[in-house]
């Protein structure tokens, strides 16, 4: 499923960028049409337009279409078209893996998302194959988001920690959490591995209810509401032990002990983001190459004068300044694109489901 808009984007400025390292894929094989400098700078998105997170993802697609629009306004030059191509991607990677074959089909030169973390590398190995393309993620690296949930946990009054992640989870993420936690006098006592196929959990529920630990961590679980019920039919879930959920949120239903986080922007936000940096970039350099466009994108984010919208940015651009673009879902930006310091909101219920905002929170990754 995709759905395209184009417009008219761009021309040379005056002043020089400097080129550095950024996050270009290239292929080991010849080059290929995906990637090449041709006119047309192609952006495409890996949003959920169906299933339960599509509303979301149907806002960040209008949200796009929207902001194309007043970056045609802004540059008012029309020597490069710039060409939207968003397509529908879940958790299922089936489904990711369909959604990037259609991007080469359309010869993509910048891709934007998917909004899951633990998605992230499987979309840069697979857009790896196709050619030179720049990837700008929705989510942070998930070792950033555990050292920010190991001070929340330590902040909670919570010493003794379960992490319960997929299969295959890297080691330097649950390395990562141990560390930090150890270092604040707390400790991770043990790391649950579970599934994606599974309908029921409870061998591993009986493993995290083995330790006595006082709260509990699911990190980018395929299905965490399956796993809070496992876990509360052994006595280790919510209102046993605080749970914390980060990744695939949404479907977790709320309950008293149980803390979901998840990026206090919104997915249309933390996508229109990426767009106005990928489209400065291509701006600056009056090119659609992804390694030109690469090369520029810390002179977009990392300069002395903040902006926050495309059209500002461009008119600071063009007199010569070196600018910082601040987006609403995060902070900053490191120069190959990726957020930082994002922040993030912990959210408590009520009994009755409802937010209870006196435990309910913002924090903020490093």
Known sequence: MSLRRSAPIGRP?????????????????????????????????????????????????????????????????????????????????????????????????????PPTELQDARTSEKLASLGTVVHLPLTQPVVEQVLMMADAMIADGHQAVTLVVPVD??????????????????????????????????????????????????????????????????????????????????DVRPTVGLRVVGPLARLADRTTDRLVIAALASATTATDDPATIAGALAGIVDGDTVCSSFADCLSSLREGADVRFEGAGANSFSTDGAPTQVPYRLIAYTVEGDINEDDSRVITSG
């Open 169 to 250: 989870t890297p080691a330097s993420v649950t390395d990562a959490l141990g560390e930090r936690l150890s270092e604040n006098g707390g400790a991770l006592l043990s790391v649950v591995e579970v599934g994606s196929s599974s309908e029921r959990y409870d061998p591993e529920a009986a493993l995290v209810a083995a330790d006595e630990s006082t709260a509990v961590l699911l990190l980018g679980v395929g299905d965490p509401q399956a796993v809070v019920e496992g876990l509360t039919s052994v006595g280790a879930g919510p209102g046993d032990r605080m749970v914390y959920v980060v990744g695939n949120s949404m």
């Open 13 to 113: 400025l005056g002043s020089a960028l400097s080129l550095v390292a950024a996050s270009v894929l290239a292929a080991a094989c010849s080059a290929g049409p995906v990637g090449d400098a041709d006119g047309e700078l192609v952006i495409a998105t890996l949003l959920p337009l169906t299933g339960e997170s599509a509303e979301a993802g149907d806002e960040a697609r209008l949200a796009v279409d929207d902001r194309i629009d007043e970056i045609a306004a802004a540059s008012e030059f029309d020597r490069i078209q710039i060409r939207v191509v968003h397509t529908d991607v879940r958790t299922d990677d089936a489904l990711l893996d369909a959604a990037i074959d259609e991007l080469a089909a359309n010869n993509v030169d910048v891709v934007i998302g």
